[in-house]
């Protein structure tokens, strides 16, 4: 079974790290030593960084080679985590998102008419292992009209849908300065 679902080549999944037993006895010391290997290189790239903006100004500090280096080294070791994390544990752990905490106070406060948040939705896709004339294209479709669904379906519960959007390769980034229900798709 070909699995390219994840962009990078991985010719097999093995049965038993993404099959639907719990797993143990796993030997986590080179996921551990990567994670080592990973703080390192972002240590490395705040003081490099530090040091640069100290030279430079900002634009020229973002294009410095030894910055952009250490970027590479850190999305490096990003990837090999992923990796030993897919192959061992059978995760698509999304461990390089970003996520600002726009809520302020205890998350158990009492909420009052007109608070939001966003919630979101992933899927990991791949076309099956046989010739058929699925395509990862017309996959948004199906993903665009589930999000109708849902939409329609928290409007009928009393719910305020102020806008929703479905994208390919990572979240939707809504824009909370617009106004109206517009589908983002």
């Known amino acids: 079974m070909s699995d390219e679902h994840d962009g990078h080549g991985h010719d097999e999944h093995d049965p ?10 796993v030997e986590a010391g080179d996921l551990h030593a990567t994670v080592d290997e ?36 850190v999305g490096t070791l990003n990837a090999r985590l992923y990796d030993l994390l897919h192959d061992r544990l059978g995760l698509h752990a999304d461990l390089t998102g970003m996520t600002w905490d ?21 899927f990991v896709v791949e076309l099956p292992p046989t010739v058929s004339d699925l395509t990862l294209d017309a996959v948004i479709d199906i993903v665009d ?36 229900t517009e589908d983002d798709a």
């Not at 240590?43 to 500090?61: K, S």
């Not at 009209?145 to 390769?169: M, N, P, S």
């Open 38 to 73: 990973l703080s390192a290189a972002l240590h490395a790239y705040v003081e490099t960084a530090v040091g640069v903006r100290a030279e430079f100004g900002a634009r020229e500090a973002d294009e410095d080679p030894r910055v952009l280096a250490l970027e590479q080294r």
């Open 102 to 122: 726009d809520t302020e106070g205890d998350d158990d406060a009492p909420v009052s008419p007109g608070d939001h948040d966003t919630f979101h939705l992933g």
């Open 145 to 180: 009209d589930g999000g109708a669904q849902i939409a329609r379906t928290l409007g009928d519960r009393g719910y305020v849908v102020g806008e929703w959007g479905a994208g390919r390769g990572g979240p939707v980034l809504l824009d909370e300065d617009d106004e109206g």
């Open 16 to 25: 038993t790290s993404h099959g639907g037993e719990p797993l143990t006895g």
